[in-house]
């Protein structure tokens, strides 16, 4: 079993910025990918970064590129999520996720925690 916890959630003006974090427990050698999806009101989730754990190779969606930055901890299966330039259309409830040895997608999910951006 995996554990996800996410934090670091909160309501920022437009133009601030925020890190959320993700904390893995349990059987973390069995990661093989983690990373951040979002879903606002109404929208179905989207990824929005994600990081294989062997490597360190990283994926953005177009949305977010240039203004968020995933990163790991290699000490403790730990994941981060850097905001910068936020805008009213990344609120949403941000999700850690991650993809076990094995799996075709990502298999665990956080709890989610909400990031609120005001005009």
């Known amino acids: 079993q995996v554990r996800l916890e996410e934090s670091g959630g909160g309501l920022v003006q437009a133009g601030g910025s925020l890190r959320l974090s993700c904390a893995a427990s349990?059987?973390?050698?069995?990661?093989?990918?983690m990373g951040w999806f979002r879903q606002s009101p109404g929208k179905e989730r989207e990824i929005v970064q994600t990081?294989?754990?062997?490597?360190?190779?990283?994926y953005s969606s177009d949305s977010v590129k240039g203004r968020f930055a995933i990163s790991r901890s290699l000490r403790q299966y730990n994941i981060y999520l850097q905001m910068n330039d936020l805008k009213p259309e990344d609120t949403a409830v941000y999700y850690c996720?991650?993809?076990?040895?094995?799996?075709?997608?990502?298999?665990?999910w956080g709890q989610g925690t909400q990031v609120t951006v005001s005009s």
């Open positions: 349990g059987r973390t050698v069995t990661i093989y990918a």
């Open positions: 996720a991650a993809q076990r040895i094995g799996a075709s997608n990502y298999d665990v």
């Open positions: 990081i294989r754990w062997a490597g360190g190779s990283t």
